[in-house]
T-cell receptor
């Protein structure tokens, strides 16, 4: 158990809909990162939040957006869902945003877009 | 795009044998980490090796890093059926915060 919890665990949405995924970071961690993992591939970095502000973004379109709250929990929002958005979405929290800090991953949310 | 590539993509061995997985990456790094993933669930951190380190051990795990060749290897000794999982290497580049760039993974099956 890493102390990072994600909800929901599974979700089915229709193409064109919007979805919100949630992540509760480990106690004391101020940095949250989101990753998308397509079936059979490694995770790809979506973006990171540090103290409620976006602190880095991967190669994902603007319809992927996020928030971090004062308690450092986070949301990932995806608008206008496409079939290719079907994936496991992983959240990772860390004590700080420095390169040497360890990231602790949640169990993920499996999103299926039909 | 993914920074690293794992080799092999899949590996099947008998319990008790050693398993070696390799990872190559493209840019200079601050550190390299290995993760384990069971059945498409969350990632479990195994070991971190810094760019100025050459070898690190943790229990039955041994990781090497060769920055001149931009490659790393993970050795699992005396494998067990419970080691069956996917293994990923991930790099952290300098000046990129703690963003991790993952390879495609090695799917390890350990037969009892």
């Amino acid at each position: 158990e890493t102390g990072v919890t994600q909800s929901p665990t599974h979700l089915i949405k229709t193409r064109g809909q919007q979805v919100t995924l949630r992540c509760s970071s480990q106690s004391g961690h101020n940095t949250v990162s989101w990753y998308q993992q397509a079936l059979g591939q490694g995770p790809q970095f979506i973006f990171q939040y540090y103290r409620e502000e976006e602190n880095g973004r991967g190669n994902f379109p603007p319809r992927f957006s996020g928030l971090q709250f004062p308690n450092y929990s986070s949301e990932l929002n995806v608008n206008a869902l496409e079939l290719d958005d079907s994936a496991l979405y992983l959240c990772a929290s860390s004590l700080d945003r420095g390169a040497g800090t360890e990231a602790f991953f949640g169990q993920g949310t499996r999103l299926t877009v039909v | 795009s993914q920074q690293g590539e794992e080799d092999p993509q899949a590996l099947s061995i008998q319990e008790g044998e050693n398993a070696t997985m390799n990872c190559s990456y493209k840019t200079s790094i601050n550190n390299l980490q290995w993760y384990r993933q069971n059945s498409g669930r969350g990632l479990v951190h195994l070991i971190l090796i810094r760019s100025n380190e050459r070898e690190k051990h943790s229990g039955r795990l041994r990781v090497t890093l060769d920055t001149s060749k931009k490659s790393s290897s993970l050795l699992i000794t005396a494998s067990r059926a419970a080691d069956t999982a996917s293994y990923f290497c991930a790099t952290r580049r300098n000046n990129a915060g703690n963003m991790l760039t993952f390879g495609g993974g090695t799917r390890l099956m350990v037969k009892p």
